[in-house]
């Protein structure tokens, strides 16, 4: 049974539209406070952090009051990065983690993701319970008046956050003499991530530090890597990093200016990794994945597993089958020796780590030759259109163009109302024709 609100990454949408108000966010609230109280665990604790999207203000209060009124306590944190929400989950011991967010989406756009005691996201099962007590009737589940929650906002969280950063690494770790162009993309990560780098004793020309409630991912950040590109050249830096609205995703790119996906990044760290005999398992990647990468991996002798779309599913097959590394290409990294989700400053310090003895980022992270891949989203009004017979039939006629000379993947969008087409073929005449195909029955 398909879930009625969370998709692939959590609960997302337009704000004051469908499942994204402040009534809707009270029910979400009271639903997870009731699920969580019938584990009957004696300490009921909820911490929330949010990026800077401007409804964040309406969003939290409310969700805030759901949980209270279902007896949970509840800390906030206000923005902070994803995963730095993740580890404080874990380290505080609370029974659950909200982060209000939409992660890569443009400013009107939020959402939730929750997570367990212990960081990690919640499963689909979980999730499915919480669905049931979010349409069951509300006067059931508020709790007596003298066990309403309390809340508290907590103003050292990034702090926190950095702390445990840190400890993955030498105390004589340090960035001096390196010039980072960071681009936070108006984001979760603006405060944590200069004040870290700062403090390691690089130089950071800092970007996307200035949100105003509007201006989250908007031509900056990870979806809109040029800024660093550009960047770097103009300040002759050693290295570019970009990070999206929730700051789960890295983009980079070199001193020259040469953009590096999170597939690059991935075979640096499995490399290195594996030499240094700290990876297990070997790396998950997704059906998103290049083929050059896998091509990579396989001549390096370390395995390579593909998982559905989306870390959560990545983080699944990686407890699965005992591996520490995993990824997508949008640059959600997952760092299992450190991490239960992806975290762009976590990954941007063992990659900065990696070049701290005078490596250039251009030789360390161009490490195989991509696949040409065009990937094209088209909006939708139904995501369901892709299983429509006209639809199926230009699926097919396009998958048996292609093959033998690459693959197609058409999928619907977990967190956008899109279809996502990818194709891959060192043939890119190829690729565009059959994209052509599919896009013509879809619109």
Avoid at 116 to 135: A, C, T
Avoid at 155 to 182: A, H, S
Avoid at 199 to 210: C, R, Y
Avoid at 307 to 313: L, M
């Amino acid at each position: 049974m398909s879930k009625k609100y969370f998709g692939t990454d959590g609960i997302r949408g337009t704000v004051n539209q469908g499942n994204i108000t402040g009534e809707k966010f009270f029910k979400f609230g009271l639903a997870a406070a009731t699920y969580f109280k019938n584990q009957k665990k004696s300490k009921q604790i909820a911490i929330i952090a949010k990026d800077t999207r401007l409804s964040g203000y309406t969003l939290e209060p409310a969700l805030v009051s759901g949980l209270a009124s279902g007896g949970m306590h509840v800390f906030t944190f206000g923005p902070l990065p994803t995963n730095g929400l993740a580890m404080l989950t874990r380290s505080m011991k609370a029974n659950m983690g909200i982060m209000i967010t939409a992660s890569h989406n443009p400013f009107y756009d939020n959402g939730l993701k929750l997570f367990g005691p212990d960081g990690m996201k919640l499963s689909d099962q979980i999730e499915k319970k919480i669905e049931k007590l979010i349409d069951a009737k509300n006067t059931k589940q508020l709790t007596n008046p003298k066990l309403l929650g309390r809340v508290k906002r907590l103003e050292d969280g990034n702090d926190r956050y950095i702390k445990i950063l840190k400890k993955n690494f030498p105390n004589n770790f340090n960035l001096k003499g390196t010039k980072i162009v960071l681009d936070c993309g108006n984001g979760a990560g603006y405060i944590a991530a200069p004040k870290l780098l700062e403090k390691l004793g690089a130089k950071v020309i800092p970007l996307g530090v200035k949100p105003n409630g509007f201006n989250i991912n908007d031509k900056c950040g990870s979806t809109y890597p040029f800024t660093i590109q550009s960047s770097v050249k103009k300040h002759r830096a050693h290295v570019g990093i970009a990070f999206d609205g929730d700051a789960d995703r890295i983009i980079m790119c070199d001193e020259k200016g040469k953009i590096i996906d999170g597939d690059q990044i991935i075979a640096m760290l499995a490399r290195r990794w594996k030499i240094k005999k700290i990876l297990r398992g070997g790396v998950i990647g997704t059906l998103m994945s290049n083929y050059g990468l896998e091509n990579f991996l396989k001549k390096e002798k370390i395995r390579f597993l593909r998982a559905k779309v989306g870390d959560r599913y990545v983080k699944e097959k990686m407890k699965k089958f005992n591996f520490n590394l995993g990824g997508e290409q949008s640059g959600h990294i997952i760092l299992g020796k450190f991490a239960t989700t992806g975290d762009g400053l976590m990954v941007s310090l063992e990659v900065l780590f990696s070049l701290r003895k005078g490596k250039k980022a251009s030789q360390l992270l161009n490490v195989f030759n991509p696949l040409p891949q065009i990937l094209e989203n088209i909006n939708v009004k139904d995501k369901n259109i892709i299983n429509k017979p006209k639809s199926r039939i230009a699926i097919k006629k396009a998958n048996k163009l292609m093959y033998g000379n690459g693959r197609l993947l058409i999928r619907k969008s977990g967190t956008e109302p899109k279809i996502r087409i990818m194709g891959e073929s060192h043939d890119k005449n190829l690729i565009l024709k059959c994209i052509k195909i599919i896009k013509r029955s879809i619109k």
